[in-house]
């Protein structure tokens, strides 16, 4: 069972990937004994050196890539081209229908010319020698025999040593009549030309002896090394074979526990987690045929790549490669690709290398829903700062950059000629001993008059306190002076709960509404939900019901009210605040039955999501976040239409809901260009962004067309595209898809209705908060309030040291 993460709380996402530096270096040293904090020291720009991005165009038979690595100074990819066969079918009118057909092939790519050249030498086929019969035909256990096709795939490729490429592939057979035959699945290494030198038959255990027999496995990664061991991973089990083709040993099961990589020529490995809980790099020895030597790494540097003579190895993290120094053991940041005006979105970890020249090669995805997609070759090349054109540079502070946001950064930095968005992501501080590390350092920053231009924010930063402390642009004089944006066109409700006594100092390019589900017949009659109408519709319930799902435990909840709450307890521009009320004891008791901790390990119950919880008469509500339509028709259909969104208890009777939002954009009042700072703000409210967020669109133009898509239904029609109609005359609507929890029944997707439309509209209209989260306030609620969960304090004591502790902290911060 898995336990769903509360949409409020902070997330700092570390990605896993992969040499010399676009722009700034960061330092982070990588002993985890010494080396697990990032140096104070001012970001350093290169000013004799800039990387630009150089892209070539596939050639038109290639169709899109499958696989590809990087061999010395070479890249090597697989694609599917016309191979000037045709097959035909006969379709259900009755036409005989034309195709071309496709086979797999290897290219190599020059990257000084952009010249791709097929390996001429690569036989698609496995050779399989059977003196008693002919190819393709098998002998049936009655004697009859049986022809069968074959399909070849190649799904992995990796460099070998000495510039020769190592495959795996796998070949199905199937007959004409649909019956499966045998499957083969090899190891096969490759030279430059394509010539095979060696077949290895994967095995998957020691004690596999026939490794010529048929089978058919499955190999995510493959490794090798300057011996000519190779290694295989697929997620279970690593197997290792000697230079010679035998299997040598493997590591599986409990053994296996992170990401098979390679730190050096000579060092297959594992990161993982040591005895002492640091990140290491584990050697798989084919002497000892064992684990070898560990060496510390970075706590960041999940899937690590081997490095050169400055870095011992490099790592992506946060959609940047990083790399640790030999010289003194720090971590540094060597390559910015927002930066270099590349997208690292889509750029697939695995799909990029390192030229011995210092430049850098990737294959890019360019998906489009309206189009077709596109990929390209990506080199990053090395060129004299001085050449680039100069343009002011705006910096934007954030913890963890937005995906989409990434996207729109890279698109803004190209497409401007006068702005240049330079990004500097706080989460790059984090440790393992300091999560927050990264908002330490920024407040730091900021205290010291190091303000940044633009601010992104989720959940995580305290823009409450900035905005109090003067720090920040109110947006509405912008918007409004803006020709084409303006507060009509945008939605309204989520933007006047964002502001503060009237001024808006964030501004929500998407939003979501977090709120509780409950059943229409069981809250449905309630017109307030204070702590006492909770307990009392609790009440009706069976006994043993809870209020939420089982697992939340007190710090979960307390964290969810604390941020729905927010504004409700805190006002930074007059610093006060009020804890020593009876609306924040009764958030208090509404916490305290839930578990302080939930014993995964006990519970045996099969699962059951909350929707069925619900049904069942096990839990009263469900926190959620509605943040798109994709999923609203689920949500609704899941508890039988029977719906009502009426939120968390508030003891004044005001709404129980708060928006969310995956980012806000604020202007600091020191940036440098504020006129470009908007430049880029309002570039995130054009109709092709708003169009490719996840979240409802802030836009009020592209949310009500989002709206009227997730309610068009598609029917079922005949050959002349006339609607099919059921025995009562119906037309037959057309499934999106379907949804469902563990092994509760699917439930089939359709178009949402207005019903459901509505209700949404009702939700958005009536929320009228915005979620706020303060790390230091939240550590403070939670250490006076144990003591109450305890039973050593009363909720009046408890409350009190809240407040006094609080107010303390709101005078430290003016």
């Known amino acids: 069972m898995t336990k769903r993460l509360l949409c409020v709380c902070l997330a700092l996402v570390l990605l896993f990937g992969v040499l010399a530096g676009c722009s700034k270096n960061e330092a982070q040293t990588a002993d985890d004994t010494k080396k697990t904090e990032q140096s104070d020291t001012e970001d350093k720009t290169s000013t004799q050196f800039a990387y630009q991005a150089q892209y070539f165009d596939l050639p038109e038979d290639i169709q899109w890539i499958g696989t590809s690595c990087v061999t010395g100074d070479t890249l090597y990819f697989t694609a599917s081209v016309p191979d000037g066969g045709k097959e035909t079918y006969t379709d259900e009118n009755g036409e005989e229908i034309s195709y071309d057909t496709y086979s797999e092939v290897i290219f190599r790519f020059d990257l000084d010319t952009g010249e791709c050249v097929q390996l001429d030498n690569y036989v698609a086929e496995p050779v399989v020698e059977n003196p008693d019969m002919p190819d393709g035909v098998t002998m049936n256990p009655d004697g009859s025999m049986q022809t069968f096709n074959s399909s070849t795939s190649i799904q992995t490729m990796a460099a070998g040593a000495d510039g020769t490429l190592w495959l795996y592939r796998q070949t199905s057979r199937y007959a004409d009549d649909g019956t499966e035959g045998d499957s083969i699945s090899e190891l096969i290494q490759l030279d430059a030309h394509g010539t095979l030198l060696r077949t290895i038959t994967p095995v998957s255990d020691e004690e596999t002896d026939d490794t010529d027999s048929w089978r058919y496995t499955y190999i995510d990664s493959i490794l090798s090394d300057d011996k000519g061991y190779v290694y295989t991973y697929d997620y279970q089990t690593v197997n290792v074979y000697g230079p010679d083709g035998s299997f040598v040993f493997s590591k599986s099961g409990d053994e296996l526990n992170g990401q098979i990589c390679q730190l050096s020529a000579s060092e297959v490995g594992m990161t993982t987690s040591s005895a002492d809980g640091k990140m290491v790099f584990k050697q798989l020895d084919p002497e000892t045929k064992d684990w070898g030597k560990e060496t510390p790494v970075s706590s960041r540097a999940w899937n690590i790549l081997p490095g050169n003579d400055v870095y011992a190895y490099f790592f992506m993290d946060n959609g940047n490669i990083f790399g640790e120094r030999r010289d003194n053991g720090e971590v540094e940041k060597v390559v910015d690709w927002v930066a270099c005006d590349v997208d690292s979105n889509n750029i697939n970890s695995d799909q990029f290398g390192f030229l011995s020249d210092g430049r850098i090669v990737a294959v890019t995805y360019d998906y489009s829903d309206d189009g077709p997609s596109k990929q390209q070759i990506l080199v990053l090349n090395r060129v004299d700062a001085a050449s680039v054109t100069a343009k ?143 307990n009392d519709a ?238 230091n306030v939240l550590d403070i609620i939670s250490d006076e309030a144990a003591g109450y969960f305890a039973g050593s304090k009363t909720v009046e004591e408890a409350s009190k040291l809240i407040q006094s502790r609080v107010s303390l902290y709101i005078q430290e911060q003016k």
């Open 538 to 775: 609790l009440s009706k319930l069976p006994e043993g019901a809870t209020v939420f799902n089982k697992y939340y435990t007190q710090a979960e909840m307390l964290q969810y009210c604390i941020a729905m709450n927010a504004e409700s307890f805190m006002n930074w521009q007059d610093g006060t605040c009020s804890f020593d009320t009876d609306e924040f004891r009764a958030l208090l008791e509404f916490v305290k039955p839930f578990p302080a901790e939930y014993d995964w390990q006990s519970d045996s119950d099969d699962y059951e999501s909350d929707y069925t919880r619900l049904k069942n008469g096990k839990q009263l509500l469900y926190p959620t976040s509605l943040s798109g339509f994709s999923d609203l028709y689920y949500t609704f259909a899941a508890l039988n239409n029977d719906i009502r969104f009426i939120g968390f208890p508030r003891e004044d009777g005001s709404s129980g809901n708060a928006f969310n939002a995956s980012c806000t954009l604020s202007i600091s009042t020191t940036c440098k260009d504020k006129s470009g700072a908007w430049a880029f703000i309002r570039s995130t409210l054009s109709d092709d962004y708003q169009e490719s967020i996840w979240n409802y669109p802030i836009v009020k133009s592209v949310f009500e067309a989002k709206a009227q898509e997730a309610m068009t239904q598609e029917y079922e029609t005949d050959a002349d595209g006339n609607q099919i109609l059921d025995d009562d005359g119906n037309p037959i609507p057309i499934s999106s898809g379907g949804m469902s929890y563990g092994n509760e029944p699917m439930i089939e997707l359709y178009a949402v209705t207005q019903e459901q439309y509505d209700a949404v509209l009702a939700l958005i209209d009536s929320t009228t908060t915005f979620v706020d989260y303060d790390q």
């Open 392 to 534: 002011t540079e705006l910096t934007l502070a954030c913890l963890y950059l937005d995906y989409n946001l990434r996207s729109q950064i890279v698109k803004f930095n190209k497409s401007n000629p006068d702005y240049r968005i330079v990004v500097k992501d706080y989460s790059e501080y984090a440790t393992d001993d300091d999560y927050n590390a990264g908002l330490t350092k920024l407040n730091t920053e900021i205290i010291s008059g190091n303000v940044p231009d633009i601010l992104v924010n989720g959940t995580e930063l305290p823009i409450g306190q900035y905005a109090a402390k003067g720090l920040l642009e109110d947006l509405w004089p912008y918007l409004d002076a803006d020709p084409e944006y303006s507060r009509d066109k945008l939605m309204s409700q989520p933007l006047n709960a964002a502001q503060t006594d009237g001024k808006l100092y964030r501004l929500p390019i998407d939003f979501g509404v977090t709120t509780a589900v409950g059943l229409g017949k069981v809250v449905g009659e309630y017109t307030t939900w204070t702590l006492a109408d909770v």
